[in-house]
């Protein structure tokens, strides 16, 4: 059922292995459109966060044209995932939501696509706080406030340890609404959290820790990982979002059943 331009609610009772990729193939579909198609690597992340603000436009009404009564905390990591965050963060800003940025890397250490949007972010002046700030800016949230968990995506490839860690149970404690990019950090993409990855045989036990999303929208096709009964308590309602290429042609890519 297509909620807004490309962005479509993800119906539980029919996902099949053959509509879901891993991560691996995530990536070769991302590879495939930018040096096969030509489209900048940019453009998909501006789609993908385009995507992610249409949703929230549609679900998150602001009080017409006044400040919102409620604020939304982009907490941003530092590979592509973290770059869809600070470009959610710039849409949000411009479409009239109370946003604040919290990122766990300097620009220096972003990818260059986060980078960019890192930058742009700051020289538009969208308000952007210390992390170490996170803490009691969840703890103290309203019910109606929303933290976007850009922290990791696809790229994620070991249990969270560390500051990561720590991040992800603050956002579980706080009465903040969640909103997860792409998927929830600490949920892989190829194996529900604690799960046996289906793909390979050794467990992939990718410890307890993972956010619990109240929204996903995860981008271009399902993920194999959507397929564990669990994987929903982590997702929350999910929604596919195309970044603006043909799905028939992307599953030819990454020669999909
Ligand atoms: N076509 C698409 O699908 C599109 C995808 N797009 C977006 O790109 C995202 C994938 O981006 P990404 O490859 O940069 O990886 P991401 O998830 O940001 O992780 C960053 C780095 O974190 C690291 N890391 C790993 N595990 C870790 C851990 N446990 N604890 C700490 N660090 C850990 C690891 O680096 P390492 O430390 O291994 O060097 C990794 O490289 C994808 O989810 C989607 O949001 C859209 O922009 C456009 C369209
Ligand atoms: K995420």
């Not at 789609?47 to 017409?64: E, G, L, M, Y």
């Not at 929350?236 to 990454?254: D, M, N």
């Amino acid at each position: 059922m297509e909620i807004c331009p490309f962005v479509r609610l993800l119906d539980w009772r029919t996902l099949k292995a053959a509509d879901c990729l891993t991560a691996g193939q995530s990536r070769e579909v991302d590879r495939f459109a930018i040096e096969e198609l030509g489209i900048s690597s940019l453009v998909l992340m501006e789609n993908a966060a385009r995507s992610v603000c249409d949703w929230f436009s549609q679900h998150v009404q602001t009080s017409s044209g006044e400040e919102t009564s409620f604020v939304v905390r982009v907490v941003c990591g530092r590979g592509n995932n973290g770059g869809d965050g600070f470009a959610i963060a710039r849409l949000l800003w411009t479409m009239g939501y109370a946003v604040e940025i919290f990122a766990t890397h300097p620009e220096a250490e972003l990818s260059p696509d986060a980078r960019v949007n890192a930058a742009l972010a700051r020289k538009l002046g969208i308000p952007w706080r210390e992390l170490r700030e996170f803490g009691e800016a969840a703890a103290s949230a309203q019910a109606e406030d929303w933290i976007v968990d850009a922290l990791l995506g696809t790229g994620q490839s070991r249990p969270l340890s560390g500051e990561l860690a720590e991040l992800v149970q603050v956002m579980n404690a706080s009465a903040s609404r969640r909103l997860a990019v792409d998927l929830p950090t600490g949920f892989s993409a190829d194996a529900g959290p604690g799960l046996e990855n289906p793909l390979t045989d050794e467990p992939h036990d990718l410890a307890g820790l993972c956010v619990r999303a109240d929204v996903t929208i995860t981008f271009v096709t399902p993920k194999i990982g959507m397929l564990h009964s669990v994987a929903r308590e982590y997702l929350g309602e999910t929604f596919v979002a195309s970044i603006g290429l043909p799905e028939k042609l992307l599953r030819e890519a990454v020669s999909l059943q």
